[in-house]
C-alpha cells in the first residue's frame, strides 16, 4: 500500500487533519482542539483516521505542521522569562519601540506589555559604528558581568541586540563565546544570526521574540514527537513557516520567529499551487472564519511576501497606517491582510443610524444567536440564516443544530426593526457590509499596491469564505472564483503543496551605479553557501536546490524599500555593471507598477538589504492531480428559499452537491459540504475543473 | 434618529470613500524621499465635496485636522470657476490659507459627467523648503519672510500643462530640491490614485447619489458628534498654562488661556485671553488652533466618528486675530508645532476640570525638534531632522504611556542605525531618564533623552523645546513632571542651552536633549506600593524617590515592600501636610499652593 503524507494544522477551536497518497485517496478529519498541549488533539485525531480507514503509524510517509504554538505564546504572555544584552545608552529600545500608536485620540490606549521588562536589560559598554569600525571594544569582563546578572535573575532565554552588529558582529559574537561557556543551559539569541539588518528596534525586537518562544516551540516539538511515537508514526515531521516554505523541526526550534505566522500560511500555498495547475497565475485568496477575514496576492505563480509583521496586534480595519499594535517581527511572511469579518461578527446600529458588522465578534462561544448557545447578539450567520444560505438547521454534517427562529426574532429586533428596514433586506444588508470590509483587506494587498483586483481569480476558501465569494468578486468586479475541494479544511490542506524554503538577508547599503559588481556578487553567494549548506543537512542532492536573489532597493533617500525579484544571473553566473543596471531598472519598473510613478535616471537606486532565497525541490510533485475524497458527500438537500436582493427577491434555489457541478450548472444554488456552505448567486454559472474545485463565473 | 434613506448603499458608499483616503496616505507614505514624512507621519491626505467640505481625513496627523478646510476654502473662493479637468493646485502660505512653508499643499479637483464634484487634497511636511536655517523649522526666526519660500495658491498644473515656473522657482530655493521633488510627485500620485477611484465609485452609484451620499457622510458624522457630545455636562470651564518663552525674549512666560462651554450638543471653545503674537517663529495660524482643540475634543468624544466638516460644525472654535492662537503678517510661524501640542494640553486642562474621570494630566509638551544641518567637506548639504515626542500624562485610571507618542501628532522615531548610516551624526544614547516622570496615585510616562554627537567639521544645530521652565502640570493630587533640558556636551564642560536655541556645534560636540516628565494623577500616597517596587525594581523610580514622594520602603536585596515602614510614612507625610487639601492643578511641588505660576512667578529652573 501507498504510504501517506499527512497535513496537520491547528487553530483556536478546531485542528484539522488531511492524509494524502501518491494515488490522490484522500482523508479528511476536523477534531477539537487540546488548548492544554495541542500535540494531544494531533495524535487523536491521527488514531481515529487510522480507526476508521485501518491505516496505521507506519503508513505516514511525513507529517507537515502548520501550526499556532509560537503566536499563541506571545498572545497569552506565555514564553520564556526572557534577558536581553544591549549597547550602553539603548537600554530601552525594545519599550521605545517605534513610539507610534495604532489608534488617534484614544486616551484609554496601552501598549502592549513589553516581553523584556527593564530590570531584565542589561547594558554592556562598547560601540561599533555605522561603517562597522570598533569605536569602543568590549571588554571579556564587561560580557561576562552583564551575562552572570541576567543568570542570577533566574531567566530562562538571553537576547543580544547591539548597535551596528549587522556591520561588524564581532561584539555579538565574543557574548555568544562567553553565553555558552557560563550560561550553556539557556537559550540565547544572537541578532547577528537572526537577523542581520539595520534599524536597531526591528534587529531588537526580532531577535527578543526568537528568544521568548524558543523554550515553548521546543517543548511543544518534543511532546508531538512522543504522541506521535505513542501512535507508532515515526516520520519526520516539517514544519510550514510565515514565509509559505517548509523547514525541519530543528531549524524551527533554532528560529521559531520564522515559523509564527505558520497557520494561515497553508492555505496561500494550497491556493497558489491549485490555481498554478489550472493556469490561473494572478490570484487574490480569501480565507474567511468564523472572526476574521484574510487576503492574500497571488502574482504570476508566486505568493508575495511583506518584509514585516506585527504579531498579536489585534485585528487592522484594513488600514496599514496605524502601525504599532503588537510585537514585530521582520522576516518574511506571506503577505496577508486581515479585517475583522467572520460568520461570528456582530451586526449594529450605531448612534449615527448606520449598520456596522465587526469586528467585534461573538466568536465560537456563545457564538451566533442562532446556534443557542446563550449568543445575544445578532451576527453574520443569523444573517445568512435568514437569507437561506445557510441550512437553517444544522452545520458540520449535522454535528451542530441551528434554531434559526430565535436568531430571526433578535435580528428583527435589533437590526431590522432601528433601522425600519424589512428582516430580509436588513440581512443582505449585513451580509453586503461584511463583505464590504473584508474588500478593504482585498484592496491593501492589491490595489494598494497598484495591482487591478479585475485582472485576478478569486480563491475562496475557510468555513466561511465560500459563501462570500461571489458577493466580493461582484462588486471587484472580478469574473471568476475557484473553490477548492475540502475548502473549510484548506488551510491543512494546502500544507501538502508546500516545498521546503529558506529566506537568508543582510544589510548591503550600496549605491548600484556606484557599487563594485564583485563585492556584491561575493555576499550573495556567501547567502548562498549558507543556503546550500542547510539544504544539504536537510538531505537534498545539488540538483534539487533551486536559489534566487532578490532586493530590497530603494531611491537613495526614499525610507521604504520594495522588493524586487533580480534578473536572471548573466551567462557566466557573477554579477557584472550590466547587471546591476538592470537590477537597478527592474526598481524603477516595480515602483512605477506600485505607486503610479518613478524617478529619473538621474536619481541613484540603493540596494539596502539582499536576500537569497534557498529551495529544496521534491523529486516528484507531491500531490497528485486526480483527488478522491472518501468522505461521502451529505444527501441531496432538494431546494429552499434564498433571498438575492430586494430587485431579486426571493428565489428557489437548489441544494446542491459538489459533484452534481461536474456538467456545469447556472446559480442560483447553494453547494452544502461537511465543511462548508458554497453560494452561486442568480446569473452566475458553477462547474467542477479536473483537480476538483468549484468555478464560478460571474 | 436614522436619516439615511438606504443606510446599506450610504455604509458601502462611506466604506469605500475613507479608502481612498487611506490609500491616498498609504501612497505618500511609501514613497516618500523624508524621515519627517514616513517616520513621523507628519502629512495628510483627504477627500472634499465640490465646495471643498471635507469628507473624509485619511488617518494619518491629528495636527492637520482643519486645515485642509481652511486651504481648500482659499483655492475654491480664489478660482472658483476658473477650475478645469487637469488643474492641480499648489499653496503653502500660511497667510494664504496654509500652517507652515514646510506644509505644502497639493489639491485636485475631480470632474465627472463636466462637472465639479470633488477635491483631491494633500498635504505634506517637507525637509527643507529654504530660509535661513536647515530644515526651515527655526524657532528664533522673526518674521516669516527668513523662513523660507512662499508659495501663494496657484496652479501647479493648468488644464494637464505643468507650470515650469513654480518647478523652477521651488529648485532654486530649497537645499535638496531632490527631496522636495520626489515628496511632490507622492502627493500627485496620490491625488491621481484618488481621482482612479473615486471616478469607479461615481460610475457604480451615478454623480447625483454621489453627491448626496458625500453631504451624508459629512451629516452622519454630525449626527455622531452631536449624539456624544449631548451627554457631557453642559457648563463652562476654563484653563490657563504658559509656553516657557518665544526664544527671543526669555524672560517673558507665553499665556495661554482657554474657555470651553459645553451647552446641548455644541461645544465652543474660546482662546480669548491667549498672550498676543511673539517675535519668535510659534505663532499659529486659526486653523492649526482649531486643530489643536479638535484634538483634544475629540479625544473625550467615543471612538469611531469619521473626520470631516460633520464634526466641525459641532466644535466652534475661536481665537482672536493678533494672537498666539492666529497670527497675522509678518508673524514667522516655523515652529508653530510647538505652540499646537501646548495648547491641546491646555485643552484637556480645560476638559479635566469639566470630565475629572476622563482625561489625563500634562504630557511632556509634545514634539521636540533637533536640526542638525550644515555641509561637509565637498559641499554638499545634509540635514538631520529628529522630531519626537513620547510621554504621557497620568490618567484617572492608570500611568501616563511612556515611549509612546503624543495625542496631537502620531509620530514615530527614526532608527539610530539609519540615522547614522545617513547623517554624519552618531547616537550615543537613546533611553528613559530616572524619576522624571511627575509622581502620582498614578505617576506620569518617564522621558527619555537622546545624545547626537555631530561626526562633521561644523553644523547649525537649532533646537526647537519647551517645558524647560514651566513643568507639565500633575492634576488632582498628582506632581508635575521634572522639565526638560539641553546640554551641550554633557561629559565635558557640560553646557545648559536655552529650550529654543541655534547655535553652532563642532565635530565631536554632543547635544544631549531629555525631555520633560509626564505630569501625575491623584494622590502619590495612594499609590499601590507593588507598582512602586516594581518601578524602583526597573529603575524609573529610585528608592529615595520611593520613599520621599511615595511614602514607599522598598528593600532591594529580596525585592519586597516593608509594609510595616510603610503605613508608619505614608502617615507622617501625610499629617506633615496639614489639613489643606492640595488645587486641582499642580506646576510646583509645594502640596497646598494654588500651583499657578502666572507670568510674573518665578520661573522653577
Same mark, same amino acid.
Given at each position: 500500500m501507498d504510504r501517506y503524507r499527512v497535513g496537520v494544522d491547528i487553530g483556536g477551536t478546531f485542528t484539522d487533519i488531511v492524509f494524502l497518497d501518491s494515488g490522490g485517496r484522500v482523508h479528511i478529519r476536523k477534531v477539537s482542539s487540546s &488548548?492544554?498541549?495541542?500535540a494531544q488533539a494531533i495524535a487523536r485525531g491521527l488514531e481515529q483516521v487510522f480507526d476508521e480507514?485501518?491505516?496505521?503509524?507506519?503508513? =505516514?510517509a511525513e507529517v507537515r505542521h502548520g501550526t499556532t504554538v509560537a503566536s499563541n505564546a506571545i498572545l497569552e504572555n506565555k514564553g520564556a522569562l526572557t534577558g536581553l544584552i544591549t549597547t550602553r545608552g539603548f537600554r530601552d529600545v525594545l519599550e521605545l519601540?517605534?513610539?507610534?500608536?495604532?489608534?488617534?485620540?484614544?486616551?484609554a490606549w496601552e501598549k502592549p506589555?513589553?516581553? &523584556?521588562?527593564r530590570y531584565l536589560r542589561v547594558e554592556v559598554e562598547e560601540r561599533i559604528n555605522s561603517r562597522g569600525e570598533v569605536v569602543r571594544p568590549l571588554a571579556r569582563e564587561a560580557a561576562e558581568a552583564a551575562v552572570d546578572r541576567l543568570v542570577a535573575q533566574g531567566v530562562e532565554a538571553i537576547a543580544v541586540c547591539l548597535l551596528n552588529s549587522f556591520e561588524n558582529p564581532a561584539h555579538e559574537r565574543l557574548l555568544k563565546e562567553v553565553l555558552a561557556e557560563r550560561a550553556p543551559h539557556l537559550v540565547s539569541c544572537i541578532s547577528y544570526e537572526v537577523l542581520p539588518e539595520v534599524k536597531e528596534y526591528e534587529r531588537t525586537s526580532t531577535t527578543v521574540v526568537n528568544a521568548y518562544v524558543m523554550p515553548t516551540v521546543a517543548r511543544y516539538l518534543e511532546s508531538l514527537r512522543g504522541e506521535l511515537e505513542a501512535a507508532s508514526v515515526s516520520a519526520p515531521v516539517m514544519l510550514m513557516q510565515s514565509n509559505g516554505g517548509l523547514t525541519t523541526v530543528a531549524d524551527a526550534i533554532r528560529l521559531p520567529c520564522n515559523i509564527i505566522?505558520?497557520?494561515?500560511?497553508g492555505g496561500v500555498v494550497g491556493a497558489q499551487a491549485l490555481a498554478r495547475r489550472v493556469g490561473l497565475p494572478d490570484v487574490i485568496t480569501l480565507d474567511m472564519g468564523g472572526t476574521t477575514a484574510k487576503a492574500s496576492l497571488v502574482e504570476g505563480g508566486e505568493f508575495t511576501r511583506s518584509l514585516e509583521y506585527s504579531v498579536g496586534?489585534?485585528?487592522?480595519?484594513?488600514?496599514?497606517?496605524?502601525?504599532?499594535?503588537?510585537y514585530l517581527i521582520k522576516v518574511p511572511a506571506i503577505d496577508l491582510a486581515e479585517v475583522g469579518?467572520?460568520?461570528?461578527s456582530i451586526v449594529r446600529v450605531d448612534a449615527g443610524g448606520s449598520m456596522q458588522c465587526g469586528p467585534e465578534s461573538a466568536g465560537?462561544?456563545?457564538?451566533?444567536?442562532? $446556534?443557542?448557545?446563550?449568543?445575544?447578539d445578532p451576527t453574520i450567520t443569523d444573517a445568512n440564516v435568514i437569507l437561506g444560505y445557510?441550512?437553517?438547521?444544522?452545520l458540520v454534517g449535522g454535528e451542530l443544530k441551528l434554531n434559526a427562529e430565535r436568531g430571526r426574532a433578535v435580528f428583527e429586533e435589533r437590526v431590522a426593526r432601528p433601522l425600519g428596514l424589512e428582516l430580509a433586506h436588513a440581512a443582505y444588508g449585513a451580509h453586503q457590509i461584511a463583505a464590504s470590509n473584508m474588500i478593504r483587506a482585498i484592496r491593501s494587498v492589491s490595489s494598494e499596491r497598484?495591482?487591478?483586483?479585475?485582472r485576478y481569480a478569486m480563491f475562496a476558501f475557510g468555513g466561511n469564505g465560500p459563501l462570500f465569494a461571489a458577493t466580493m468578486a461582484a462588486a471587484l468586479h472580478m469574473k471568476r472564483i475557484l473553490v477548492p475541494p475540502a475548502p473549510g479544511l484548506f488551510s491543512a490542506f494546502g500544507l501538502l503543496y508546500a516545498d521546503v524554503e529558506h529566506h537568508y538577508s543582510r544589510t548591503f547599503r550600496r549605491v548600484l551605479a556606484e557599487a563594485d559588481p564583485a563585492e556584491i556578487d561575493r555576499a550573495w553567494r556567501a547567502l548562498e553557501d549558507e543556503g546550500r549548506a542547510q539544504l544539504a543537512r536537510e538531505g537534498f542532492p545539488a540538483e534539487r536546490m533551486r536559489f534566487r536573489r532578490t532586493a530590497n532597493l530603494? $531611491?537613495?533617500?526614499?525610507?521604504y524599500e520594495l522588493n524586487v525579484a533580480a534578473p536572471p544571473p548573466p551567462a557566466n553566473g557573477s554579477v557584472d555593471r550590466a547587471w546591476l543596471d538592470r537590477l537597478a531598472e527592474a526598481y524603477g519598473e516595480e515602483h512605477e507598477r506600485t505607486y503610479g510613478h518613478r524617478a529619473g535616471p538621474e536619481e541613484p537606486v540603493e540596494l539596502v538589504n539582499m536576500v537569497l532565497v534557498a529551495e529544496g525541490l521534491p523529486?516528484?510533485? =507531491?500531490?497528485?492531480d486526480t483527488l478522491h475524497l472518501d468522505r461521502p458527500e451529505e444527501e441531496p438537500g432538494g431546494s429552499r428559499s434564498a433571498y438575492f436582493g430586494p430587485e431579486a427577491g426571493w428565489t428557489k434555489t437548489p441544494v446542491v452537491r459538489r459533484s452534481d457541478l461536474a456538467g456545469g450548472a447556472a446559480g442560483p444554488l447553494i453547494v452544502e459540504e461537511y465543511d462548508a456552505t458554497c453560494l452561486v448567486p442568480p446569473g452566475a454559472r458553477a462547474s467542477l475543473d479536473d483537480y476538483g474545485s468549484i468555478v464560478i463565473d460571474l | 434618529m436614522a436619516e439615511i434613506q438606504d443606510p446599506i448603499g450610504f455604509e458601502l458608499f462611506k466604506n469605500s470613500l475613507f479608502s481612498i483616503a487611506d490609500e491616498m496616505a498609504l501612497t505618500i507614505c511609501r514613497t516618500t524621499y523624508s524621515g519627517v514624512l514616513r517616520?513621523?507621519?507628519?502629512f495628510s491626505t483627504a477627500f472634499a465635496d *465640490?465646495?471643498?467640505?471635507?469628507?473624509a481625513q485619511g488617518?494619518?496627523?491629528?495636527?492637520?485636522?482643519g486645515s485642509i478646510p481652511t486651504a481648500l476654502d482659499v483655492v475654491v473662493e480664489r478660482f472658483g470657476d476658473d477650475t478645469h479637468p487637469g488643474d492641480v493646485f499648489i499653496l503653502n502660505d500660511p497667510f494664504d490659507?496654509?500652517?507652515?512653508?514646510?506644509d505644502i499643499f497639493i489639491f485636485q479637483p475631480i470632474f465627472a459627467g463636466g462637472e465639479r464634484i470633488a477635491y483631491a487634497a494633500t498635504i505634506c511636511h517637507h525637509a527643507d523648503v529654504g530660509g535661513?536655517?536647515?530644515?526651515?523649522? *527655526?524657532?528664533?526666526?522673526?518674521?516669516?519672510?527668513?523662513e523660507g519660500l512662499r508659495i501663494p495658491?496657484?496652479?501647479?498644473?493648468?488644464r494637464g500643462r505643468s507650470n515650469e515656473a513654480i518647478w523652477a522657482f521651488v529648485e532654486r530655493n530649497v537645499r535638496i530640491p531632490i527631496q522636495v521633488f520626489g515628496d511632490l510627485r507622492a502627493q500627485l500620485a496620490a491625488c491621481k490614485i484618488a481621482e482612479r477611484q473615486f471616478l469607479e465609485l461615481v460610475e457604480a452609484y451615478g454623480i447625483e447619489t454621489s453627491r448626496t451620499y458625500m453631504q451624508e457622510v459629512i451629516n452622519y458624522a454630525e449626527r455622531l458628534t452631536r449624539a456624544a457630545v449631548a451627554e457631557l455636562p453642559d457648563g463652562e470651564v476654563t484653563f490657563e498654562d504658559w509656553i516657557d518663552?518665544?526664544?527671543?525674549?526669555?524672560?517673558r512666560p507665553i499665556r495661554l488661556f482657554c474657555r470651553i462651554e459645553k451647552k446641548g450638543d455644541r461645544m465652543m471653545v474660546d482662546w480669548t485671553g491667549t498672550s498676543d503674537q511673539v517675535r519668535g517663529a510659534i505663532n499659529n495660524t486659526l486653523s492649526f488652533t482649531k486643530a489643536a482643540s479638535y484634538t483634544a475634543i475629540r479625544s473625550v468624544l467615543p471612538q469611531g466618528?469619521?473626520?470631516n466638516e460633520g464634526v466641525f460644525r459641532v466644535i466652534e472654535v475661536t481665537a482672536p486675530s493678533g494672537t498666539i492662537a492666529n497670527g497675522v503678517l509678518p508673524a514667522a510661524c516655523a515652529a508653530r508645532g510647538l505652540t499646537g501640542f501646548r495648547m491641546v494640553d491646555c485643552a484637556f486642562g480645560a476638559l479635566a476640570m469639566m470630565l475629572p474621570d476622563r482625561v489625563c494630566a500634562a504630557s511632556d509638551g509634545g514634539n521636540t525638534c533637533i536640526t542638525i544641518g550644515g555641509y561637509d567637506a565637498e559641499r554638499r548639504p545634509f540635514i538631520c531632522v529628529d522630531f519626537t515626542a513620547g510621554t504621557w500624562g497620568g490618567r484617572p485610571w492608570a500611568d501616563g504611556l511612556q515611549g509612546n507618542s503624543n495625542m496631537f501628532a502620531n509620530m514615530a522615531s527614526q532608527s539610530a542605525e539609519v540615522m547614522e548610516a545617513e547623517q554624519p551624526v552618531e547616537i550615543l544614547a537613546y533611553e528613559f531618564v530616572q524619576d522624571r516622570a511627575g509622581p502620582g496615585k498614578f505617576r506620569g510616562g518617564a522621558p527619555y533623552r537622546r545624545d547626537i554627537r555631530l561626526d562633521e567639521a561644523e553644523a547649525v544645530l537649532q533646537i526647537r523645546s519647551d517645558r524647560k521652565k514651566i513643568r507639565p502640570y500633575g492634576l488632582y493630587g498628582g506632581r508635575p513632571g521634572q522639565p526638560s533640558a539641553n546640554v551641550l556636551n554633557p561629559h565635558r564642560n557640560a553646557q545648559a542651552l536655552e529650550s529654543k536655541v541655534t547655535t553652532t556645534m563642532f565635530r565631536g560636540d554632543v547635544i544631549r536633549h531629555e525631555w520633560a516628565g509626564g505630569g501625575g494623577w491623584g494622590?502619590?500616597?495612594?499609590?499601590?506600593p507593588a507598582q512602586v517596587l516594581r518601578d524602583v525594581r526597573n529603575e524609573y523610580v529610585s528608592a529615595g524617590s520611593a520613599r520621599d514622594d511615595y511614602g514607599v520602603v522598598v528593600d532591594p536585596a529580596t525585592w519586597t515592600v516593608d509594609e510595616a515602614a510603610t503605613g508608619a510614612l505614608r502617615a507622617s507625610l501625610r499629617s506633615g501636610r496639614g489639613a489643606a487639601s492640595p488645587p486641582?492643578? *499642580?506646576?510646583?511641588?509645594?502640596?497646598?499652593?494654588?500651583g499657578a505660576p502666572g507670568p510674573a512667578a518665578e520661573a522653577a529652573d
Open positions: &488548548v492544554e498541549d495541542y480507514t485501518s491505516l496505521a503509524g507506519p503508513d =505516514v519601540r517605534n513610539l507610534r500608536m495604532p489608534r488617534l485620540y484614544d486616551l506589555a513589553e516581553l &523584556v521588562e505566522e505558520s497557520g494561515p500560511a496586534g489585534g485585528i487592522m480595519q484594513g488600514s496599514r497606517l496605524l502601525t504599532g499594535s503588537g469579518a467572520g460568520g461570528g465560537a462561544v456563545p457564538g451566533p444567536v442562532c $446556534y443557542d448557545q446563550g449568543g445575544e445557510i441550512n437553517p438547521s444544522h497598484g495591482r487591478d483586483p479585475r530603494h $531611491y537613495k533617500g526614499q525610507i523529486d516528484a510533485p =507531491v500531490v497528485p | 517616520d513621523n507621519m507628519d *465640490a465646495d471643498g467640505k471635507l469628507v488617518l494619518t496627523l491629528p495636527g492637520h485636522l490659507g496654509g500652517m507652515h512653508l514646510p535661513r536655517v536647515p530644515g526651515s523649522n *527655526a524657532s528664533d526666526s522673526t518674521e516669516i519672510y527668513q495658491p496657484l496652479k501647479l498644473y493648468d518663552d518665544d526664544g527671543i525674549e526669555l524672560d466618528i469619521p473626520n494622590d502619590p500616597l495612594e499609590r499601590d486641582p492643578v *499642580a506646576w510646583t511641588d509645594d502640596w497646598t499652593g494654588d
